[in-house]
């Protein structure tokens, strides 16, 4: 292929006018994989590092008080176990539940968005967009305030635990960026893969599921991970509606240690440290991912 | 309304095709008798891929009918999984399937849609990449595979199905020279069998040596059609001679 020689781009410009270069909307348009590129792009030591500047902040460092930072990290140490099994040991059950109902959801949804039936697109595109662009906390404030914590089914008690109601507050958001996601996948295959299959008088849903859906899966797994990584880290959020994981945790165990300024680092530093050390793989392999199924048709 | 061999097998009457405000054909008529290899030549723009597209109803007609052995293509309760096993179609761009492998895409459409027996599929299958003379291609995807290579599979894919009719919609303008011969001997084999084939070509040697008939298009209407020999010696349009004029 021959180069285009356009002038004040390819070539010099042959002119001292102000030149207006064509517009680059690829990189003007916003990255649906920016949480994980931006946590992936982080050196592994960033949460210790963080936690060393906090350490030289000139409140810690000159406290004055009889109570000093090894005695705070000594609590930590305590706390460390029960803070782990009770607190972040939630975070990831309710996000790993969360992810898959979220999945399930999503993926039926985006299928009704690309309907043939004018009502179930309408009406799956009207819930993909209501989820995707409320506050997550506002979401969860109505799931939590608005279910029951028992429901009796057949004579039979069932309790709702506090951390289901937060699972299925998460994975409504999810459930509508999945839909998202498996949209816009089947819209990135070529209308001529549905020709060909059309003309080898496939059905509609023999294309679907055999022709395009095997054709974008890989491409969809990505966009899946990026979410699931802004799911853990959005999983605190369950903390301001009492929820017990590591925040709501974190904060009762300072509290019980009487509430010393020298523990906030600490103990929000350790849970930083685990969801660092948790979602950042995460983000890394999902970037590799990325590299690696990048559309090549 | 049951087709008997003595009609035509493709039957196109008046039909007339829009794209909103722009009519892209005019009242095109014609008939293609089972067994006969029919070329539609014309400039770009003039609707030939448009009217082959409507026979196997991957569009739909405004005006006038297209019958296919007696199934009417324009009417509303068709069946189009009926129409289109007996018309195979194969496109400019290929478009095979790339996530499977040349015999993967051969295979696909008889077992899933016709629900036939594997082994027996296969066999025919790698009969009918044999034929395309791609004997050892088997397992590769199209990635792999040369543009020529691919549009021989792809004209093993719709042949798979059995189709009585072939839709060849310039299946060598993506191609290098070079290539296009490969494709070229392969349409001509199939039309020595007796498959009845409708071409939208711009190869006019090609057109000149297998088509029993050959139509000119231009701006939606047929203006000029005969056999090849009068229709290349004794064009009497003069559209037609203009364009026959720049290429031969």
């Given amino acids: 292929m021959t180069r285009k020689s356009i002038p004040g781009v390819t070539v010099r410009a042959r002119t001292d006018l102000p030149v207006l270069k064509p517009f680059d909307v690829a990189a003007h348009s916003p990255d649906p994989m920016m949480t994980v590129r931006w946590l992936a792009g982080m050196p592994w030591w960033t949460p210790l590092a ?74 799956s595109w009207f819930v993909t967009q209501l989820f995707r662009n409320s506050p997550w906390l506002v979401i969860l404030f109505i799931v939590l305030l608005a279910l029951p914590f028992e429901v009796e089914v057949f004579g039979v008690l069932f309790f709702f635990p506090d951390w289901w109601k937060a699972v299925i507050g998460l994975s409504l958001p999810v459930m509508a960026n999945i839909s998202e996601i498996v949209r816009g996948a089947v819209a990135s295959v070529p209308t001529a893969q549905w020709e060909a299959a059309e003309s080898l008088a496939f059905s509609r849903t023999q294309t679907l599921w055999r022709i395009i859906l095997p054709q974008c899966f890989k491409r969809m797994i990505p966009p899946w991970m990026n979410w699931y990584a802004i799911l853990t880290m959005a999983t605190p959020l369950c903390s301001l509606l009492g929820v017990e994981e590591i925040v709501t945790l974190s904060r009762q165990a300072m509290e019980s240690e009487n509430n010393h300024p020298e523990l906030l680092v600490p103990f929000y530093g350790f849970a930083l440290v685990l969801f660092f050390a948790y979602c950042y793989p995460i983000a890394r392999i999902t970037i590799a991912l990325e590299r690696r199924y990048s559309v090549k048709l | 309304m049951t087709w008997t061999p003595d009609r035509p097998i493709v039957s196109v009457r008046d039909v ?127 990635g792999e595979l040369s543009g020529g290579q691919q549009q021989r599979v792809a004209i093993a894919r719709s042949l798979a199905m059995n189709p009585d009719v072939m839709l060849f919609d310039e299946v060598t303008a993506a191609l290098d020279p070079e290539t296009v011969k490969e494709v070229l001997v392969t349409i001509k084999d199939l039309a020595a069998e007796g498959m009845t084939c409708i071409l939208v070509t711009h190869e006019m040697g090609f057109a000149r040596e297998v088509a029993d008939h050959i139509y000119f298009t231009d701006r939606g209407v047929i203006v000029e059609h005969g056999p090849p020999a009068t229709f290349f010696a004794e064009a009497s349009d003069p559209r037609t001679r203009e364009f026959l004029g720049q290429i031969l």
Avoid at chain 1, 78 to 98: H, K, T
Avoid at chain 2, 52 to 72: F, K, T, Y
């Fill in chain 1, 50 to 123: 963080m936690m060393g500047a906090f350490l030289l902040w000139p409140a810690v460092a000159h406290s004055q008080g009889t109570y000093g930072m090894a005695d705070a990290f000594e609590a930590l140490v305590r706390w460390m176990p029960f803070l782990v099994q009770s607190g972040f040991l939630f975070n990831v059950l309710i996000s790993v539940f969360a992810m898959l109902v979220g999945t399930v959801m999503g993926a039926f949804l985006g299928l009704g968005q690309i309907s043939l039936s004018r009502p179930v697109r309408a009406i």
């Fill in chain 2, 16 to 142: 007339h095709k829009s794209f909103g405000t722009l009519e892209v054909l005019k009242g095109v008529s014609f008939d293609v008798m089972k067994g006969e290899v029919v070329c539609i030549i014309g400039p770009s723009g003039s609707g030939k891929s448009t009217l082959i597209r409507c026979i196997n109803a991957l569009n739909d007609i405004q005006g006038g009918s297209i019958a296919v052995e007696g199934i009417e293509v324009g009417a509303p309760d068709l069946d189009k999984l009926a129409l289109r096993k007996k018309v195979g179609m194969v496109f400019q761009q290929y478009n095979l399937f790339p996530h499977k492998t040349a015999i993967e895409n051969v295979m696909m459409a008889p077992t899933l849609v016709l629900k036939r027996d594997r082994a027996q599929v296969e066999a025919e299958a790698r009969a009918l990449i044999a034929k395309v003379r791609l004997e050892g291609k088997e397992d590769s995807y199209p």
